[in-house]
């Protein structure tokens, strides 16, 4: 059994990007700028746009935090976004999600510049990956196709169960492992909360990537011998710690990596590889504005 480590490989990827940023800077070229936007004190949310800025230091790119209060309006949150797709300097951004509930989010999410839309959810660049065209990919998809590209885990022919349809991993995997080339080729059975027999299903699947959201779901009689698992899933569980949880994906991990060939660690697998690919979108945005300017 292998273990398809998540935080060597971000730090391999954040490592490259270093090095390119360091030649960008030493052919006096500006270098890449990536904006999050969070609104609102959401304790994970602050976390997580906290270790993108810290990312963002790391490899030598300019950052920066755009904060707006809980009561913010949707017009005033559509002003910003506009400001930023507005602004040369800045080569991509994102929009930490969730918003509060008085901002419709798919409202929000079309606003941003595809060309600046490095986390890949705008319907231009969605439509663009379902069409095998050059796009940005969200990063936590782009992130698990990384991975099995540089431990080289074959897919061609494979029978791949993705388990959860949501628009952010389910629905782009389920595509992007379908479509023609490496990593992808595979035949894909996309599965959610109202299939039947799922069990029967995922036994005789050769990969199985599960991003439903639900501790331990996945057990050892679920998946067969040799199979490669990727799991997505990141729950808090209470207990009685210190901290008074613990970090758990979908998968009864200790059970099913006697069986896997391959499989990813929570925390330590697809997680580290979201930022790291969210570095590597903003990048290629760079490039892109370099290009067309």
Do not use: W
């Not at 941003?112 to 050059?134: E, Q, R, Y």
């Not at 990727?230 to 758990?248: C, L, N």
Request: proline content about 5%.
């Amino acid at each position: 059994m292998t273990i398809l480590d998540g935080r060597k490989t971000s730090n391999d990827i954040k490592n490259e990007i270093k090095a390119e940023v360091d030649k960008m800077k030493a052919d006096g070229e500006k270098v890449p700028h990536l904006a999050a936007v969070i609104v609102g004190n959401d304790g994970a949310s602050l976390t997580y746009v906290g270790s993108k800025v810290r990312a963002c230091e790391r490899v030598g790119f300019e950052s920066t935090m755009v904060r707006m209060s809980n009561t913010t309006s949707e017009i005033e949150l559509l002003d910003k976004i506009e400001e930023l797709n507005e602004d040369d300097d800045i080569d991509g951004f994102i929009i930490q999600l969730p918003l509060p509930p008085q901002i419709n989010t798919q409202k929000v999410l079309m606003a941003v510049n595809p060309d600046k839309d490095v986390d890949g959810f705008h319907p231009t660049n969605f439509g663009k990956m379902a069409l095998d065209m050059s796009t940005f990919i969200p990063a936590t998809p782009f992130g698990i196709l990384e991975l099995l590209d540089r431990y080289g885990v074959e897919t061609k022919g494979k029978h791949t169960v993705v388990i959860g349809r949501s628009h952010i991993v389910g629905r782009p995997m389920s595509i992007l492992m379908g479509r023609k080339g490496f990593p992808g080729n595979s035949t894909v059975t996309l599965t959610h909360s109202h299939t039947k027999n799922i069990t029967q299903i995922t036994s005789q699947a050769d990969i199985i990537i599960s991003a439903l959201g639900v501790p331990k779901f996945l057990k050892a009689e679920m998946v067969k011998d040799d199979a490669i698992i990727i799991d997505v899933g990141i729950t808090r569980v209470a207990d009685d710690s210190e901290k008074g949880y613990y970090i758990t994906g979908d998968v009864d991990f200790e059970n099913v990596s006697k069986k896997a060939s391959y499989i990813t660690p929570v925390p330590g697998g697809v997680g580290p590889m979201t930022i790291a690919m969210l570095l590597k979108n903003t990048l290629l945005a760079r490039e892109q504005h370099r290009l067309t300017k």
